[in-house]
């Protein structure tokens, strides 16, 4: 079973940047499909960004198309999520997912196994 721990996050200004960081332990990050979700206070838990086993496939949530970057260092056995272009309303917790389907379901909540702690990002304005 793998554990997932997100890092990275903070406190940002408007139209800053920040990189956030998923860290896998007790199994490999190639062997998942990857995504991030997030979760502003009084909010549901809304999809982010996913990124297929190889990297070769990616999806992204409308509201961070062309400001958010996702990646995957499988050798290193991480996942990132650079976000650029920061806006008050990105301002949520930020979770790691990792989803062990052959199946690419990339924006389904439900289809992630597993799912880290959290780690908060804050934008100001």
């Known amino acids: 079973q793998v554990q997932l721990v997100e890092s990275g996050g903070g406190l940002v200004q408007t139209g800053g940047s920040l990189r956030l960081s998923c860290a896998a332990s007790?199994?490999?990050?190639?062997?998942?499909?990857m995504a991030w979700f997030r979760q502003a206070l009084g909010k549901e838990r809304e999809f982010v960004a996913a990124?297929?086993?190889?990297?070769?496939?990616?999806d992204y949530a409308d509201s961070v198309k062309g400001r958010y970057i996702i990646s995957r260092d499988n050798a290193k056995n991480l996942v990132y999520l650079q976000m650029n272009s920061l806006k008050p309303e990105d301002s949520a917790v930020y979770y790691c997912?990792?989803?062990?389907?052959?199946?690419?379901?990339?924006?389904?909540?439900?289809?992630?196994?597993?799912w880290g702690q959290g780690t908060q990002v804050t934008v100001s304005p």
């Open positions: 997912a990792a989803d062990s389907s052959p199946i690419w379901r990339a924006t389904y909540e439900k289809a992630y196994d597993y």
């Open positions: 007790g199994g490999t990050v190639s062997s998942y499909i």
């Open positions: 990124i297929s086993r190889s990297g070769d496939r990616t």
